[in-house]
């Protein structure tokens, strides 16, 4: 059964219209992440939840932002959408802690098209 | 900073063929995690291996085996046998101590051929 779920597979959403992408976990882990993939290239980190504490990547457009209303769920929203926002959104948990020593699970991620 | 080098940016083999993606790492930490995914055209990126810095003992898990090696900071997949199953994109990762951040390599997309 998936451990990490994310909804929906597919999103379509018009040129600044805002969309909301979901995940949502079973694994109880205290870390979640939000990465954006586009075609070719690696995830790249946009932020990360530990508990509730919001890490945010200097990089990241204010266009992203985050919520995350309990240990299970965590939202990705996009205020106004581009073109170049067009990419696979990737949610992962992982077991957090002082160390690093733990892997992330992904989910199968939400492909959003922007028209 | 961490960064990931993943020089290969795709490889295709022959179904049998012996195949590695080599992994290149860069952190000042002296403790960290390296990690190696796999992803399907499916798209969900599933977890191979973690190995920590402090330890550097290669490791076989059936078709595959790792290869780390701090001297040269590099940890190596090597699939053995390779089969059209495992054609993927492969990503390297890296975690650093006390930073739950993970960064990943550009990713090497294998293809095997039958």
């Known amino acids: 059964d998936a451990m990490v779920i994310q909804n929906p597979r597919y999103q379509v959403t018009q040129f600044g219209k805002p969309v909301t992408l979901s995940c949502s976990q079973t694994l109880n882990h205290n870390v979640m992440y939000w990465y954006q993939q586009k075609s070719s290239q690696a995830p790249k980190l946009l932020f990360h939840?530990?508990?509730?504490?919001?890490?945010n990547e200097a990089d990241t457009p204010d266009n992203f932002q985050s919520r995350r209303p309990n240990t299970s769920f965590c939202f990705l929203d996009i205020r106004s959408p581009g073109l170049g926002d067009a990419a696979m959104y990737l949610c992962a948990t992982s077991r957090g802690g002082i160390s690093g020593n733990t892997e992330a699970f992904f989910g199968q991620g939400t492909r959003l098209t922007v028209v | 900073a961490q960064k990931v080098t993943q020089a290969q940016t795709e490889i295709s083999v022959v179904e049998k063929e012996d195949v590695t993606l080599d992994c290149v790492y860069e952190t000042r930490d002296t403790t960290y995690y390296l990690f190696w995914y796999k992803q399907p055209p499916s798209g969900e990126l599933v977890f191979l291996i973690r190995r920590n810095s402090f330890d550097e003992q290669n490791e076989i898990s059936g078709r595959y085996s790792w290869n780390f090696q701090k001297s040269t900071s590099s940890f190596n997949f090597t699939i053995t046998a390779s089969q059209v199953v495992d054609s993927a994109v492969y990503f390297c990762?890296?975690?650093?101590?006390?930073?739950?951040?993970?960064?990943f390599g550009a990713g090497t997309r294998l293809t095997v051929k039958p």
């Open positions: 939840y530990y508990d509730k504490d919001f890490n």
């Open positions: 990762a890296l975690k650093v101590n006390n930073n739950n951040d993970m960064r």
